[in-house]
């Protein structure tokens, strides 16, 4: 089925997908608030730029350089997240419809199915966590659908033809270089694609070998290893023209090796546990153990028992399992949240749905689309909570920011020859406050996990400076010097609460 003819006979889900991320993401939509990354890339654009070169993103140096622009159209990063989230969506249906056609050719006739697909992957909360770096959201959202439309050319069989060929891996190397947890992505598509094989198999009857099944994919596999060589080539050639050094921001966080193998093997199975048997988080929910418990009964039930095709379901089926939980098994701890966006999000969508095809009672079809649709209302108020608190969030440090700014126009304070210094923090605590990850925290918060003191004063100053109050921030060994002054000032907004010592502002926060 060409993809014109897939929008044309699916109008109802075209429309379903895109409200649902209107309803969604409209939030995110309307507003301009932004948080930490975004903040540093528009006050220090060639610095960041650098930064992702070092720890090997040199895909969205290039994109931010000369393709999207370095100027931070907030409105635009968020529409376009949320427009490449619901083609991409798409994308993966119409890789499902085509794998479903049957031996006739005729269509996959039983279309509501695809409804699982959006209305579990555009609403998991955890695409917010991604989402929070705003100046990442075009890139990102790009390079996701750029990696399934390269599973896509694959399904309809064009990719033989060298041009396809080329144009897919180019595709996977160009994600890969913006985001290397592309390459989980692009495994768990790949295994979602396997299992539709399967499942074809099981409705004609008919035994799937595993070497015939593994030479079908020999294609896709080897287009990725090409793909990350390439990826591997152009983050070294670009680290050797700007003359810097790859960052161990990823392998630092690697635990194996660093710490008894007992040790970081139980922290593993913890994280992994934790990720599994939780309720609705605002990062991971319920719907993932329960959609694996739907496999491993159909494994069971329809493979096991029947002989037929066993091995290759478990072995996609613990493919799926380690898909999944890569990063954790990868640091042998528990990785921050977004780390498992998209692949997470995929993999309880498709779950869901692939249960769905081995259902042939109406009666369990119509319990699992209502299940489906209360977990997917479930994660729209999640996903729409963080939304609005992190916006919630942003007025407040803005709030915080013009009391401050007020206080020291009070005290006939020059800006443009002064430098300030906070103390402490400051807490926004209301009921209208969540705080999941990053998301939520206030700039008033962040940055003391750097190891420099005044980082949290840097963050604010530089909220300050893009509001148009050209204040600078103490360095870090100024910073430490003033410090043993503020022991007996009050904290802020009490008398005593600032303190003016030659060129620096000292601000006691808490």
Not at 46 to 54: A, F, S, V
Not at 60 to 89: D, E, G, H, R
Not at 138 to 161: A, C, D
Not at 189 to 206: C, E, M, P, T, Y
Request: glycine share 6%; net charge positive.
């Amino acid at each position: 089925m060409s993809n014109i003819n897939f929008i044309k006979k699916n109008k109802l889900l075209v429309i379903y997908t895109f409200l649902l991320g209107l309803i969604t993401y409209a939030v995110k939509l309307f507003s301009f608030g932004y948080g930490m990354d975004t903040l540093n890339f528009i006050t220090l654009q060639d610095t960041y730029l650098m930064h992702w070169i070092e720890i090997g993103r040199p895909g969205m140096y290039l994109f931010k350089k000369y393709i999207t622009s370095q100027y931070m159209n907030i409105y635009i990063a968020n529409f376009c997240f949320v427009f490449f989230l619901c083609i991409t969506s798409l994308v993966i249906c119409n890789i499902a419809s085509i794998k479903l056609v049957d031996e006739q050719g005729n269509q996959f006739s039983e279309q509501l199915r695809l409804f699982i697909i959006p209305s579990l992957f555009i609403t998991a909360p955890l695409f917010v966590q991604q989402a929070y770096f705003v100046l990442q959201n075009i890139e990102f959202s790009f390079s996701m659908l750029l990696v399934t439309f390269t599973v896509l050319l694959f399904v309809m069989k064009i990719n033989n033809r060298i041009e396809f060929r080329l144009l897919a891996i180019f595709s996977l190397t160009i994600a890969f270089s913006c985001y290397q947890s592309f390459i989980i992505y692009y495994i768990g598509l790949l295994i979602f694609v396997a299992f539709l094989d399967v499942h074809k198999s099981w409705q004609n009857g008919r035994q799937t070998g595993l070497i015939n099944l593994f030479k079908k994919y020999c294609s896709p596999i080897f287009d990725m290893f090409i793909a990350f060589a390439g990826y591997e080539i152009f983050s070294k050639v670009m680290l050797y023209t700007f003359h810097l050094k790859a960052s161990s921001y990823l392998g630092g966080q690697i635990l194996w090796g660093k710490k008894a193998f007992s040790t970081t093997l139980k922290l593993t199975l913890v994280s992994i546990k934790n990720t599994l048997l939780t309720g609705f988080s605002y990062s991971f929910n319920v719907a993932l153990l329960i959609g694996l418990i739907g496999l491993v009964i159909i494994w069971i039930t329809q493979y096991a028992v029947k002989r037929n095709n066993e091995c290759i379901f478990f072995i996609l089926l613990m493919g799926l399992f380690l898909d999944t939980f890569f990063f954790n098994i990868l640091l042998g701890n528990t990785p921050a949240s977004r780390a498992l966006v998209p692949s997470y999000c995929l993999v309880v969508a498709i779950v869901f749905f692939i249960c769905s095809l081995y259902i042939k009672k109406n009666a369990l079809l119509i319990l699992l689309e209502v299940l489906v649709f209360l977990i997917a209302g479930k994660q729209i108020f999640l996903t729409t909570n963080l939304i609005q608190a992190d916006q919630v969030r942003f007025y407040q440090d803005q709030a915080m920011i013009s009391r401050i700014e007020t206080q020291l126009d009070t005290m006939n304070i020059n800006p443009n020859d002064t430098k300030l210094m906070l103390v402490g923090y400051h807490n926004n605590v209301t009921p209208l406050n969540i705080q999941d990850d990053l998301v939520g925290e206030s700039m008033f918060e962040f940055g003391d996990f750097t190891g420099n003191t005044s980082a949290m004063t840097e963050n604010i100053v530089f909220l300050m400076n893009q509001g148009g109050y050209n204040i600078r921030a103490v360095n870090n060994e100024e910073f430490n010097k003033e410090f043993r002054k503020t022991r007996k000032m009050r904290t802020f907004p009490q008398k005593n609460s600032i303190m003016k010592h030659g060129n620096i502002v000292i601000i006691k926060l808490s």
